[in-house]
């Protein structure tokens, strides 16, 4: 039974990563809570979907088409809707759940509240310490390591990353510094948002594709980069896993409450935050003025 | 920029304007209208208007309904009541579609809690309300309490929680019995696996107490959310402790990611209950074919329940495209009403009520009549159910078992249950 | 006869001379005038309904903007207070048989307890921790409310509820005074000393610390005001809805709280109601074509949102009237000189 709970806790714990990375990437470089984060998950598995079923092309080929499609819409609409109110904090919310909104919507619209399924690019399943583990579980866990890597060797070793990072602790001064602000926001954004994307191909598939399905995740990702310090990308990678444990410790110890792991997982975050008010790795803010 | 922006909101408000003004009411002569009220853009409220559109369609061509000596024709009215989402939103749909569309009738109704609230606004307008969605006991318990002001209700489709126990009991038992014959295995072991929900409770607490009783274990019970996306945990725990069954309730969507995953991590255990999205059509697509020999309790399947269901089915498919889910009852629905009306030769709600009390129909999932408390009756001879299992993508009637072996029920197109084959081939000797 | 018509000039003057010089206060007498006069014209329960519905949750938002507008305390599990007053009201209301007028502030109770729960721990939160934080507290309630059925009714809820009234019209009259009389309440806490404090904490809490304010107080002061309002809210929904249910604690009903609030304007009480008078009747007017009413409501409120970031009637405030250099009163905008100390308006 521990394998089993080791081996869930680690792949839950991987899907729950690859969905904050991109989140925590936004909030902590252009301090914008993107609450249309896994609206554009959900519009990427649909496209998938689309890509594959509909027009009945290579699931691989249909993901890349997806991610590039996903990020162009997003890029956009940082550009057209989020970027004009960013001085608005509050706006930004509004507008943001917005279009998560409009997204939910158009999906409806497009492909009605049928549950369908995301064609992913591996099936079947593997025994790994007596635990039965689906290909696409596994294939999310390393995918979200791989990203994790990439994400830190990208914000530490190029000239971009540093551009992002001296944005992320100061807009004003990095601009006085010679970094165009605003193009490094865009390309963030971009980033986030393929990264969303990626998830959606890679996490959809677990799941059942129906216009409400960015609703859930949301609540986990919000409770998992809180939990590991909003802006701290290791932070979101621990909190993805302490939750996923969380979870899975739950299904397996209280069965007949298995309903309450979300609400289990929330109260976690709720102690560690009252214990540590700016989470696990997370910068305590300066007093902002 | 700015400029088009400002273009576009006054044109979405000169839109919004000309939709407004060209929805006048369109007058017609000595009509009924009924509303067909249901979260619209999900399987069950389109099939709760594709069986009332099917039903209509068919009364209007035969001339439309007898009052007195006038015939009436029907005339159907979309209530979207945004359900899933919004209980005000439902409540507000019907009180709008009583006092603004006027419609005289209502059937339709899914999500409990939505349903209780539309249940109270059609009392108040003492509107006769025909349930084709929501399976609580306590829709109908309410007619019992209060009758002067409930008796509105009745509900058609589907059976309540407590018959929908009796048939999983029977299902269970069927599938047991298989697993006692061809894998030897004597006392099954059974993992509970229902949503935590309110209708689910008291078939989980029946089967705790009988399946000892009938030659089962119960190794667990295991409760996830009805929204849950992801069960592989639950899946991981049950195979773990060696369960032979998987006893299932579920009405929520969570039922296909938990098809999807158990056929995926071909969960050695015969999957034997309620999954209500297993009884749509779109089931196969929405777990890519991973559904396979998945079983459930279903209200249609092409097998001869009465000599009505075939050609329903037929017609239905011929004019929507799709198989019926249990919420196209609304199908059954129009024409008790059209009956009752009828017998009462008014359209007084009084009367009416008065009469839907003494329907006796053969209909296309069996003999409607109602119980005193305006509920389903069950039991051999009335509605019993049926139980499916899904085969290669076809959905077929396995319960009542084929040759009549329960209650002498036996109908024609019914097929014997199949195992799973990694079942049979983990457990098998 | 001399005092009364002295009283009755200086009323008159008042109304003149505070009423009807700015014309936002003019818009609000005329929409108060409006719902009172409205049952007179027409009594159609239906959009008596509608509008009792836009009553409820114009207290609920106006209570939101309380403490997240002006405290800047960010709220995302607004619906927590609105669903516990819910699930009191109609514990009180079903099994010990209180009258609506004694479970409502009863359940307003509870509510205003569960600022105190949510306020003391969340008070070192700052910021999107806070929101995040708040967020989490409703979805846990429903949790457990789903944990005990026997008492909760689990997804099914609370029903069969006394009305507030047997006639829509008294419903709709007692919800419509509430409402205005709420919303004045509110609006003058906001405008009073307290108001100031918390307009303070929200602009740079250590400098009001630092002049002596004890913010933990003020903090707290404003989660059980907000609770105790919205908590009204939650006890006039279930006698009029007859239902508390899982749903009064859905995530939705928050956000709806934010885009109402944020939307009207925030961090002025009226704009939140203005906020929900145009949203909830707009939702009701796109039901000629449903499948796309959800649609236009996102896209109207992020078009007006990318115009008006500080909302509606802020900007349309800031448009018809301007503010004295000087003594920081508002005039319309046509004047050229301020109507109380004569400053140059330029």
């Not at chain 1, 990626?198 to 996490?203: C, H, N, Q």
């Not at chain 2, 589907?158 to 298989?178: C, H, I, Q, R, W």
């Not at chain 3, 009389?181 to 610390?209: C, N, P, Q």
């Not at chain 3, 959800?294 to 009237?321: Q, S, Y």
């Amino acid at each position: 039974m521990i394998e089993s709970i080791i081996i869930n806790g680690l792949t839950s714990g991987g899907v729950y990563a690859l969905l904050a990375i991109g989140f925590s990437l936004i909030f902590g470089v252009a301090r914008i809570i993107n609450l249309a984060h896994t609206a554009f998950y959900m519009l990427a598995a649909y496209l998938i979907f689309t890509f594959a079923s509909f027009l009945g092309l290579n699931p691989l080929l249909s993901v890349i088409l997806s991610v590039i499609a996903v990020t162009i819409i997003g890029v956009f609409s940082y550009k057209l809707v989020i970027n004009p109110v960013r001085e608005h904090e509050t706006a930004i919310l509004i507008v943001t759940i917005a279009l998560a909104i409009i997204i939910q919507e158009v999906m409806l619209m497009a492909f009605g509240g049928h549950p369908r399924v995301v064609p992913s690019l591996v099936s079947g399943y593997t025994e790994i310490l007596g635990a039965k583990v689906a290909y696409k579980q596994l294939l999310a866990f390393g995918i979200a390591l791989i990203i994790l890597l990439c994400t830190w060797a990208l914000l530490l070793k190029t000239k971009l990353g540093i551009a992002v990072r001296s944005t992320a602790q100061d807009r004003e001064v990095a601009n006085l510094m010679g970094i165009n602000v605003a193009r490094t926001g865009m390309i963030t954004m971009g980033m986030a948002v393929a990264l969303a994307a990626i998830a959606g191909a890679l996490v959809a598939p677990l799941r059942v594709l129906e216009p409400g399905m960015w609703m859930h995740p949301l609540v986990m990702v919000l409770a998992i980069v809180v939990l590991g310090g909003l802006g701290s990308i290791k932070g979101s990678f621990v909190g993805a896993f302490i939750l996923g444990f969380a979870e899975t410790l739950v299904v397996f110890l209280v069965p007949m409450g298995a309903f309450l792991k979300g609400a289990v997982a929330l109260t976690i975050m709720l102690i560690v935050i009252l214990i540590r008010p700016e989470g696990l790795f997370g910068v305590a803010f300066e007093e902002e003025r | 920029m700015k400029r088009v922006m400002k273009g576009a909101i006054i044109l979405l408000l000169a839109c919004l304007v000309g939709v407004a003004t060209s929805c006048g009411p369109a007058a017609a002569a000595k009509e009924i209208k009924i509303g067909v009220i249901g979260p619209m853009a999900y399987v069950q409220g389109e099939h709760h208007w594709y069986g009332a559109l099917l039903a209509a369609e068919e009364i209007n061509a035969q001339g439309g309904i007898l009052v007195g000596d006038e015939w009436y024709q029907v005339t159907l009215v979309k209530v979207d009541s945004n359900e899933m989402v919004s209980v005000p939103d439902a409540a507000s749909a019907m009180e709008r579609a009583i006092t603004v569309d006027k419609v005289d009738f209502l059937v339709g109704g899914f999500r409990t809690e939505a349903v209780f609230a539309m249940q109270d606004v059609a009392m108040d307008y003492a509107k006769i309300f025909l349930g084709c969605g929501a399976s609580t006991p306590e829709l109908c318990t309410r007619v019992a309490d209060d009758y002067d002001r409930y008796k509105y209700w009745f509900r058609v489709t589907p059976m309540n929680s407590t018959y929908l126990g009796s048939v999983d009991f029977m299902l269970l038992g069927m599938v047991a019995e298989k697993i006692r014959a061809e894998l030897g295995i004597e006392v099954p072991k059974v993992a509970i696996l229902a949503e935590k929900a309110v209708w689910a409770d008291p078939i989980v607490a029946g089967a705790k107490q009988l399946l000892p009783a009938i030659g089962m274990e119960v190794v667990g019970e295991w409760r996830p959310s009805p929204t849950a996306t992801d069960v592989t945990a639950e899946l991981s725990a049950i195979e773990a402790a060696g369960a032979h069954m998987i006893f299932t309730s579920f009405s929520g969507p969570v039922g296909v990611p938990y098809a999807a995953q158990w056929g995926e991590l071909e969960i050695p255990a015969a999957s034997v209950g309620i999954n209500v999205e297993a009884q749509k059509e779109g089931f196969w697509d929405a777990t890519g074919g991973k559904g396979n020999y998945e079983m459930t309790m279903n209200t249609y399947a092409r097998v001869n329940i009465t000599d009505e269901t075939i050609p329903f089915i037929d017609r239905f498919i011929a004019r929507v495209g799709e198989f019926p889910t249990y919420s196209a009852g609304t199908y059954e629905a129009l024409y008790i009403l059209k009956a009752a009306i009828e017998r009462a030769g008014t359209l007084d709600s009084d009367a009416v009520v008065a009469e839907l009390e003494n329907t006796d129909r053969i209909g296309t999932a069996g003999r409607t009549v109602f119980t005193s408390d305006h509920d389903v009756t069950w039991g051999p001879g009335y509605v019993v159910g049926l139980g499916v299992q899904w085969q290669d993508g076809e959905m077929k009637c396995v319960w009542p078992p084929p040759g009549g072996e329960w209650e002498g029920v036996d109908y024609e197109g019914a097929v014997d249950y199949i195992l799973p084959p990694w079942m049979v081939e983990a457990w098998g000797p | 006869m001399g005092i009364i018509s002295g009283y009755i000039g200086r009323v008159y003057k008042q109304f003149t001379g505070e009423i009807l010089v700015l014309p936002s206060r003019t818009v609000a007498l005329l929409f108060c005038l409006t719902l009172f006069l409205l049952p007179l014209i027409t009594a159609d329960p239906y959009i008596l309904r509608i509008l009792i519905l836009a009553s409820i949750f114009a207290i609920f938002a106006a209570s939101w903007d309380l403490l997240s507008g002006f405290t800047g305390q960010m709220n995302f599990g607004h619906a927590l207070f609105f669903g516990v007053a819910a699930y009191t009201s109609a514990l009180l209301n079903l099994h010990i048989g209180l009258p609506h007028w004694l479970t409502i502030p009863l359940g307003a109770l509870a509510a205003v307890l569960a600022g105190l729960v949510i306020g003391v721990p969340c008070l070192r939160l700052r910021g999107p921790y806070l929101a995040l934080a708040t967020l989490a507290f409703p979805l846990i309630l429903t949790g457990i409310i789903f944990a005990i059925p026997g008492i909760t009714g689990g997804e099914l809820g609370v029903s069969g509820i006394d009305r507030l009234s047997g006639s829509r019209v008294i419903e709709y009259y007692i919800v419509v005074t509430l409402m205005i009389s709420l919303g004045f309440v509110m609006w003058k806490i906001t405008d009073s000393k307290t108001g100031l404090l918390f307009h303070a904490i929200r602009e740079d809490e250590v400098a009001a610390r630092a002049s002596g304010i004890n913010t933990t107080r003020y903090k707290l002061l404003a989660f059980c005001l907000s609770g105790l309002f919205a908590g009204i809210a939650g006890g006039l929904y279930v006698h009029f809805m007859r239902i508390a249910g899982p749903s009064t604690l859905a995530l939705m009903l928050s956000f709806q709280a934010i885009i109402w609030a944020i939307f009207g304007g925030i961090a002025t009480i009226y704009g939140a109601i203005a906020g929900v008078f145009i949203l909830v009747p707009l939702m009701e007017f796109l039901r000629v074509m449903p499948e796309i009413r959800m649609l236009l409501f996102a896209i109207i409120v992020m078009l007006v949102l990318l115009f008006m970031p500080e909302g509606l009637t802020t900007w349309v405030r800031d448009k018809i009237e301007k503010e004295c250099p000087r003594c920081k009163l508002r005039n319309l905008a046509t004047r050229k000189s301020c109507r109380v100390c004569r400053a140059d308006l330029g």
